[in-house]
């Protein structure tokens, strides 16, 4: 992970990931939030509360799951997160960007867009 980045808000963002969709381990993935914590995917509701639901249901519904941290970008407070979801093995997956707002070290903001990998491309480069 740290191969990725070595700013400490990259760090602590993909940690935070890796804590949530490739160990399920909840605990560790909400101590990197703090309230309020805002949430911008239109299916989520905003604070930790149900952050740890969220995470929670997903750990459930897709106990396979698999995230693979490609590049992390920095920006101030602002971290942006591009990784390949692979919910169930075999699958082709998802391209997908986190994106995070930081305040004192904390996650407080979250905001997401998926695109699903497609079997043919018109292009010989991958989404990654």
Known sequence: MASLTTNPLGIAAIQSMDAAFNEKNIEKAM??????????????????????????MLAKAFPDRRVDFKRVL??????????????????????????????????????????????KAANDNTMF
């Open 31 to 56: 101590s990197f939030l703090a309230e309020p914590y805002i949430q911008h995917n239109p299916k989520a509701p905003s604070g930790i509360a149900a952050a740890r639901a969220g995470m929670e």
């Open 74 to 119: 920095v920006d101030g407070e602002l971290v942006a997160v591009h990784s390949h979801y692979i919910d169930v093995p075999g699958d082709l997956g998802q391209a997908v960007v986190d994106i995070f707002r930081f305040e004192d070290g904390k996650i407080v903001e979250h905001w997401d867009v998926h695109e699903a990998v497609p079997e």
